[in-house]
């Protein structure tokens, strides 16, 4: 079946119920602050204790910022102005800003598996071309930039503690996009110094920190998972369409049970780019309804760890290889 007509029948799932989206959000935000602050009692007991409490909880952060990518996509409520400020409420808990964020997202959904308009909302990716016409400190860094532990550590500390804090990508384009980032920066700042008012330095650099860390490093995972796939999609602009791109770019991780509800079935992504307004409750009955889309691009949790060895693009064998598997292939 050809993807456009797959964007006309999964347009059917795109109604948002509103009772399920408050539940949703009751269902992960209430254990959220339950844990945090189980987590802040517990420093009196033990900071281990506190951190082990913080790490568990950032599967619940992580739940609330797939709530707050629903709401950029006008998704959980039919309301968007509801919807935005439940998503600007997120975005201070997950130091995002809501609107930068929503807008490089966008362009993401709008430019993903399109080898000429990379470089925004992406994971750098280059092809074996380009990797063997760089220099070696270019080449170099390109390495160091797809080593697992800078990409799934370094990387998600960067990009939520400090890219974040600016507009970056949208310096230029309007006062909006600086008013979300400073905005979420106030509020996060006032936010700390309670923290360290009412429970010390430890509370922010035991549990805020740890919580908030753990989250990013797993967010960024599943965005790497979900692109970043042997058999992913991508083209030249003369040759690229945004539904084949969106079915065939994106992945289904197909993760079992307990961590599909934490993810709130983002690795149903092929359907999500797809039709980014299916709320995430619904994505399940897609499933449910589409053999076929359950089994394309379907990747297990134990398939997914192949991936973090996957580093550029043959755009010959239309594959995702290895730093090595690259080495044996002529261009």
């Known amino acids: 079946m050809q993807s456009t007509e797959w964007t006309r029948i999964l347009a ?24 945090w602050a189980l ?3 517990s420093l009196s007991v033990s900071p281990w204790l506190a951190i082990a409490l913080a790490i568990l909880n950032s599967a619940f952060l992580v739940r609330l910022f797939m709530i707050q990518h629903d709401c950029g996509h006008g998704a959980f409520f039919r309301n968007r102005r509801m919807g935005d400020w439940i998503g600007r409420t997120i975005g201070v808990l997950t130091l995002t800003p809501y609107a ?22 992406d994971i750098p990716t280059l092809t074996v071309r380009e990797y063997r016409q760089m220099g070696w400190i270019g080449r170099t860094l390109y390495r160091l930039l797809r080593n697992p532990v800078v990409l799934f550590g370094l990387v998600p500390f960067y990009t939520f503690f400090l890219e974040h804090r600016l507009p970056v990508g949208l310096m230029r384009s309007g006062w909006q996009y600086w008013y979300s980032a400073l905005a979420t920066n106030l509020t996060l700042t006032v936010l700390l110094a309670a923290l360290v008012w009412l429970g010390g330095w430890q509370l922010v650099l035991l549990v805020f920190v740890p919580t908030t860390l753990c989250a990013a490093i797993i967010g960024m995972w599943l965005f790497y998972v979900q692109h970043q796939f042997e058999e992913t999609h991508w083209n030249r602009e003369a040759e690229w369409n945004v539904q ?24 149903v992504h092929h359907v999500h780019h797809l039709a980014s307004r299916i709320p995430f409750y619904r994505l399940s009955e897609v499933m449910r309804d589409h053999d076929i889309l359950a089994q394309s691009q379907r990747l297990t949790l134990r398939d997914s760890f192949a991936c973090a060895r996957l580093h550029l693009w043959d755009e010959n064998s239309r594959r995702l290889l290895s730093f090595s598997e690259a080495r044996r292939v002529a261009v």
Do not use: M, Q
Request: aromatic share 10%; proline share 4%.
């Open 12 to 35: 059917r799932y795109r109604e948002p119920i509103l009772s399920r989206s408050l539940f949703e959000l009751a269902v992960t935000l209430l254990p959220f602050l339950a844990l």
């Open 244 to 267: 084949d791109a969106a079915l065939h770019g994106s992945s289904h991780y197909d993760l079992p049970c307990v961590l599909r509800w934490l993810t709130a079935n983002i690795g």
């Open 100 to 121: 930068v964020w929503r807008k490089t997202h966008s362009i993401h959904h709008a430019t993903t598996g399109n080898l000429d308009r990379r470089g925004l909302g």
């Open 39 to 41: 987590a802040w009692w």
